[in-house]
């Protein structure tokens, strides 16, 4: 008992002794600047659960942080929730966004609560693709009018008798269904759920030389790393997606843009300025998004390596 | 087909029965064939009915309503600022930067020193130490501040709901009445899936800790209730009458008799809405809530199997320190009550000691940040990932085979049996089956639900998904009666075995989703062994528990009566342990429910993906919700009809 009392004593004893080596908190001032971010404030800035949206985010967020000093609060979001953000006034912006017109309605012609913010630059491509591999030995696969040819190859435990196509991430439109019933091909559309779950996919594919078609879309950083074909459909012409359920032809040319809260526009602060004439190209995109996904930079350092590459493109931004 | 099995097992009672459940799924078989492919109700995945398109517009209402409506400006805003400042709260006490300072009030050294001082406390010594060396891992990771973020907020659900649950709990064990009415809305809480209710709390009490904290507790508060009703409940009555017969009023009745007899209950129930709550802590990042999940879900973006490896381990970490702590706090309550005298003055002494460190936490920097140069995480996330990628490589030809051998030989015939036959034949057959099996009442309810899975219009989404979850459901009583027994049996391997089980309880599935779907492709399979591996461990856990509370006496005299292993274990043991196997059926059983939508994400289609995807299109939000609600359905439904073959009612 005694024994146990003397232990601890010594031991705070020893504790409080090896104390008085280490620095204070509160004896060096707290680093950050305090002066430019009055003129600027908090900036709510949205961050949508894919690669080449964080890519943006954190240009803008690093740019906003370190020559317009912002409080940059990044909130890591679904686009939903992102959209039901602006109506409460928890978001600010949101810098990459696809289409979503069902969104666009409500919350800009409707609800007034968001406004356009002008186009990213980036052109979004969504499409069916192929592994190298197989493009590469079955060259005319990458015409729709073939596909019925290859159907046995990709038949799978999922499809029945007919070959399957891999569809989608939830969280982007489709009309694989619509496709394969009016271009009569005999395939049947297998919804594998999640990005992970087709980028994993088309990996075992190269890796393995197994068969695989599936959905895919552009920017995207998995195609730095595996350059997956596009299969063309019939061309895209305006209107000929108007029905649904009689959609055959291609996916359009997706223009990214950016959307800002009303309140944010209105009060046309430099954070808003900024969000407003940030423009890149997919190539500018790719090469963060690889920073970030490849390299395993953290989004801050990824933003910083692209900036010092680029400091016109930035100085340009902020002319504006 | 739990039940068909239960009803086998009972030949000697009720001799007839199986035979007439054989003759009913022999008619199905023979009525499916020529009928097959009429009246399956199918919806395509981007088709909606009048009932989704409604939800939808219910939903717009609300957002549109939500800065003009009285309700929220003076109901809904002040739930969110009270939670908001709570969590916020303990953010700046462990976890964010805070009152001016660049470090939180209390650093790493304190938090380990309070963490195990409390342990050593209301525990004992070895969960003490187990939680000082498990939070030091946390800095050893390099995750200290996400992991500060995790427990804030985590701790905040869990008090607001203990504060919310335990009354709840203390009434439902005192009325019948509320107790009935009570039930089926934490049956409806715990299986209705998560990501159908995000995007609305997000809406009621906006973006931030107070969605993320709610959310979470929606999950993790009916264990609480559950089981302190539960506790009351199994007061034995001469304690009460005693109670009575001195002429104890209500209250003296509660706080006498009624809550010191049900702590070690309680206790556990405190224990599972925690586990509940870590459960949740991927989830509630998708909506911002801070932490570990983050860091999964951000590494889940590249594929990153490494350092999702590495954010989730520290998840079953401060999963299994939890758990340890609290199951050994509830045995002490239930053995003693109150401290052993010699240990006041060691209170004291070790009380100064963490206070110390504490202070010192709070004013040096050496113990407020966790020192970065001594960090392990980077290896174990390369390790994870070398072992994943070999996985990929040189396994995925033979778990390939295997994917194959089970959907062809078991799966596809079972989903084209129901999903093929027409909605009414379904129908007549699983009302037949209640009628056999149970009651009356099992009956009505069963019909019900058929009636109203109908009325979702993802009749035949709720098939697919029925199949899915049959076939998981068997293999999780598989393993769990193989290995359950056999931990039942051998100290020795339970001891061994039970951290394995608490991982696979814990560890967020989104870290395992990736080299799944390398092993398995995107397929329904996938989503099969991802429930197994998250139900599997209940299952088995209970099985045990259930084998080794066989009394000592019978098991010794059917040795002496020489019985072999085999002959003991089949004759005695699992007879004797049936109603644990019951229990294991139904708690396996919903553990599967709960992974559907995670099925949904890896190719298991359906109600998974319904789901998923309404969470992520707004035009789609109705439909997402019509399934959260089949699978509540899907999950009452099997839930009544095997608990009413059951001959022991089964608690949950």
């Known amino acids: 008992m005694k024994l146990l009392r003397l232990t601890a004593t010594a031991a705070v004893t020893a504790l409080a002794l090896t104390a008085c080596g280490g620095e204070k908190i509160g004896e060096t001032p707290v680093a950050g600047s305090s002066s430019g971010a009055a003129a600027c404030g908090t900036f709510n800035l949205a961050v949508n659960p894919w690669v080449g949206y964080e890519a943006n985010a954190a240009v803008i967020a690093y740019v906003a942080e370190k020559n317009l000093g912002c409080t940059v609060t990044k909130k890591d979001l679904k686009e939903e929730i992102a959209w039901q953000g602006f ?196 190539d500018d995109q790719n090469v963060v998004a690889k920073y970030i996904a490849e390299d395993k930079l953290s989004a801050d350092d990824a933003a910083k390596k692209w900036v010092e590459a680029n400091p016109d493109k930035v100085k340009a931004w902020l002319a504006q | 087909m739990a039940t068909t099995t239960v009803g086998l097992q009972r030949t000697w009672r009720r001799p007839g029965k199986p035979v007439l459940v054989a003759a009913v799924l022999l008619a199905w078989v023979l009525i499916w064939v020529p009928a097959r492919g009429v009246h399956t109700l199918g919806l395509s995945p981007a088709d ?18 939500r800065d003009s409506s009285p309700f929220f400006l003076y109901f809904f805003n002040e739930i969110r600022a009270a939670v908001d400042s709570l969590v ?133 508060m009916p264990p609480a209730i559950r089981l302190t009703a539960h506790g009351i ?17 209500g209250r003296q009745k509660l706080t006498g008799v009624l809550l010191p007899l049900s702590k070690g209950t309680i206790v556990l129930g405190v224990n599972q809405t925690i586990m509940a709550a870590l459960s949740m ?64 003055p060691l209170l004291a002494v070790f009380g100064v000691v963490a206070a110390v460190c504490a202070y010192l936490s709070h004013t040096y920097y050496w113990a407020a940040e966790f020192p970065d140069d001594v960090t392990i995480g980077g290896t174990l996330a390369k390790s994870a990932d070398s072992v994943a990628l070999w996985a990929q490589q040189d396994l995925s030809t033979a778990t390939e085979a295997i994917k194959n051998a089970i959907t062809y030989a078991l799966l596809n015939p079972l989903e084209a049996l129901l999903v093929e036959s027409p909605w009414w034949l379904v129908g007549a057959v699983a009302v037949l089956l209640a009628a056999l099996l149970g009651t009356v009442r099992s009956v009505i309810t069963t019909a019900a639900c058929v009636a109203l899975l109908i009325g979702t219009g993802l009749w035949q989404d709720s098939m697919t998904t029925l199949a899915m979850t049959i076939v998981a459901t068997a293999m999780v009583m598989l ?90 274990i089949t004759k005695v043991q699992l007879p004797m342990a049936r109603p644990s196997l019951t229990l294991a059926a139904n708690q396996g059983l919903i553990y599967v429910l709960s992974m559907v939508v995670v099925g949904g994400l890896v190719g298991a289609g359906a ?37 009413a073959s059951s001959p022991s009612k089964g608690s949950n």
Request: glycine share 8%; proline share 5%.
């Open chain 1, 87 to 282: 109506g409460t006034g928890e978001v600010d912006a949101i810098v990459e966004n696809w289409g979503h017109d069902d969104l666009k309605k409500k919350y800009i012609d409707e609800q007034k609560t968001a406004v356009a913010a002008g186009e990213t630059g980036n052109k979004g491509v969504i499409g069916w693709y192929v592994p190298p591999w197989m493009a590469a030995q079955y060259p005319d696969i990458t015409d729709w009018n073939n596909l019925n040819k290859y159907a046995a190859q990709f038949k799978t435990s999922e499809s029945g008798d007919k070959g399957q196509l891999l569809d989608g991430d939830p969280s982007f439109v489709t009309n694989d269904e619509a496709l394969v019933k009016n271009l009569k091909l005999n395939y049947k559309v297998v919804y594998a759920g999640s990005e992970a779950a087709l980028i994993t996919a088309f990996r075992q594919a190269e890796a393995k030389k197994t068969p695989l078609i599936g959905y895919f879309y552009e920017p995207q950083w998995f195609l730095a790393e595996l350059k997956l074909v596009k299969v063309s459909l019939p061309k895209y012409e305006t209107g000929c997606d108007a029905d649904a359920a009689k959609v055959a032809c291609d996916y359009p040319e997706y223009v990214l843009d950016k959307i800002v809260s009303k309140k944010f526009a209105d009060a046309n602060g430099p954070a808003y300025k900024l969000v407003k004439a940030f423009t890149w190209t997919n």
């Open chain 2, 607 to 643: 109600l998974g993906y319904d789901v998923v995807a309404g969470f992520s299109q707004g035009q789609l939000y109705g439909k997402g919700l019509a399934a959260g609600a089949a699978i509540v359905l899907l999950g009452i439904m099997l839930d009544r009809i095997a608990r």
């Open chain 2, 281 to 344: 802590v991927t989830i509630a990042a998708l909506i911002d809530a801070p932490g570990l999940g983050k860091t999964v879900i951000k590494a889940l973006q590249t594929l990153d199997v490494g350092t999702a490896f590495n954010a989730g381990l520290a998840i079953v970490v401060m999963a299994v320190v939890l758990d340890r702590v609290t199951t050994a706090a509830g045995n002490r309550v239930r053995q003693t009550g109150r401290a052993a005298r010699f240990r006041r």
């Open chain 2, 48 to 65: 909606l009915t009048p009932l989704h398109h409604w939800l939808n517009d219910v939903n717009d209402t609300v957002g549109a309503n």
């Open chain 2, 88 to 220: 916020t709260f303990l953010q700046d006490l462990i976890a964010q930067p805070s009152y001016g300072r660049p470090v939180p009030v209390l650093g790493w050294l304190g938090v380990v020193a309070v963490v195990a001082y409390v342990s050593w406390v209301f525990a004992g010594w070895k969960p003490a130490l187990l939680a000082a060396a498990g939070f030091v891992f946390f800095g050893l990771q390099g995750l200290w501040e996400e992991s500060m973020d995790t427990l804030a907020l985590t701790l905040g659900a869990v008090v607001i709901s203990l504060l919310i649950g335990i009354p709840l709990g203390i009434w439902a064990g005192l009325s019948d009445r509320f107790h009935k009415l009570v039930t089926p809305v934490l049956d409806f809480m715990q299986t209705m899936p998560t990501f159908v209710y995000l995007a609305p709390l997000t809406l009621l009490f906006l973006i931030g800790p107070a969605s993320a904290t709610i959310a979470t507790l929606i999950y993790a």
């Open chain 2, 233 to 249: 409940r199994s007061v034995p009555r001469s304690a009460v009458e005693a109670s009575e017969s001195l002429g104890a009023t």
């Open chain 2, 479 to 568: 393993l769990g009666v193989a290995v359950g027994v056999w931990m039942g049996r051998n100290r020795f391997a339970d001891r061994i075995i039970r951290p394995v089980l608490d991982a696979g309880q814990t560890m967020p599935a989104f870290v395992y989703l990736v080299p799944f779907l390398a092993l398995f492709s995107a397929t329904r399979f996938t989503a099969i062994v991802a429930a197994v591996v998250f139900a599997a461990p209940v299952a088995i856990k209970i099985v045990a528990d259930g084998v080794r509370a066989i009394p000592a006496a019978t098991a010794e005299s059917a040795t002496a009566a020489g019985s072999s292993a085999w002959q003991m």
